[in-house]
């Protein structure tokens, strides 16, 4: 499936704005949420892209994909760094895959 990601972004930003009018303590409590997670400034907003970027695919979100790519590029990450991230996201999901196979093989021997 093709996605036109500044298409999908735009629309994201919209929408969020639209919910945002109708619930603003929801948009200020998300708001604090990324202001909380910045907070002390330990980890540069690059650093915070490509971990965002890296977590949006292992959640699936297209929308987290599209705002935070966005983000990445303004922060300056490279294509090499992003797909460095990405290759941490894929191992880190192909061994979650891993031990939960481990737990189902007990799940299906105690049903022995």
Not at 10 to 36: E, I, R, T, V
Not at 85 to 108: D, K
Request: charged fraction near 20%.
């Amino acid at each position: 499936m093709f996605i036109d990601w500044k298409q999908h972004l735009d629309h994201l930003k919209k929408s969020f704005a639209q919910l945002g009018k109708k619930h603003p303590k929801m948009l200020q409590a998300y708001g604090a949420l990324d202001a909380a997670a910045a907070e002390g400034n330990v980890l540069d907003p690059k650093t915070r892209e490509l971990i965002a970027l890296a977590v949006a695919i292992t959640t699936r979100c297209e929308s987290c994909i599209a705002a935070h790519a966005e983000q990445a590029v303004k922060a300056g990450a490279t294509e090499e760094e992003v797909t460095a991230a990405l290759a941490t996201a894929i191992e880190l999901n192909a061994g979650a895959a891993y031990t939960y196979s481990l737990r189902a093989i007990e799940a299906f021997n105690a049903q022995k």
